[in-house]
């Protein structure tokens, strides 16, 4: 489980991206994360990890309190923890099977890491999961010759081969298409199911968040102002954390897109 309580970070400027927030996600549970630009959504996902310091609060995963971490015991804590980023990370001029292999940086020592030299375990592993992303016949491919699709798999891939306990995942599907986005978020979705992981998503399409996640959590200011199920994203509740628009149409897209994957699903 991870639990947040209390966190907030306040820059030297006095200005909060975020003020005393409480979580808790049990195992296996996804939860998107949603809010206007500037809400604390990216804030959140760093301070978690501490890519970005909190300045005060707690931050527990599975037991241990991170924020209380020296350097070398954060070092080993970041292993349980998957990054995604939006724009992949990835090193361009390696090979796929080489991205998804710096999945395991942390756990080989310097010399192996700096010439890429990996136990035959974790090219199995490297194998099983480009197999299981649809990406085991690009092994060998360098990461520049990819499509965006294909280059969040890899990311995907990446993250999991650390063997994580909990998947931070920042805007996965900003630089792609409809049809690829939700290909990337129901395949995070399973992945997560089959692994009993859970994750956090920080997502703008509120719509693609209410198709695939089981929790929603709406930042404004820094501040959590919804915490519930998707269905429970009524037009006050939008309203409250986008300001005004014409809510009643994105939710009507929701329920025909939901149509979709059903009969998508029986076909």
Known sequence: MLHLN???KQYATGDKALTDVELQIPKGQVVALIGPSGA??????RCINRLVEPTSGAVVLNGTELTRLGAGALRKARRRMGMIFQEY?????????ENVLSGRLGYVGFWRSFFRWYPQSDVDE???LLERVGLDHMADKRADELSGGQRQRVGIARALIQDPELLLVDEPTASLDPKTSRQIMRLICELCAERGLAAIINIHDVALAQMFVQRVVGLQLG???YDGPPDGLSPDILTQIYGEEDWEATI???EDDDDDLAEGAVA
């Not at 604390?40 to 996902?45: F, P, V």
């Not at 990370?89 to 099977?97: F, G, K, N």
Request: aromatic letters at 4%.
């Open 40 to 45: 604390g959504k990216s804030t959140l996902i």
């Open 6 to 8: 209390k966190l907030t």
């Open 126 to 128: 490297a194998f099983r």
């Open 252 to 254: 009507a897209k929701v």
């Open 89 to 97: 990370a990835l090193v361009e001029r390696l090979t796929v099977m």
């Open 223 to 225: 501040e959590v102002v």
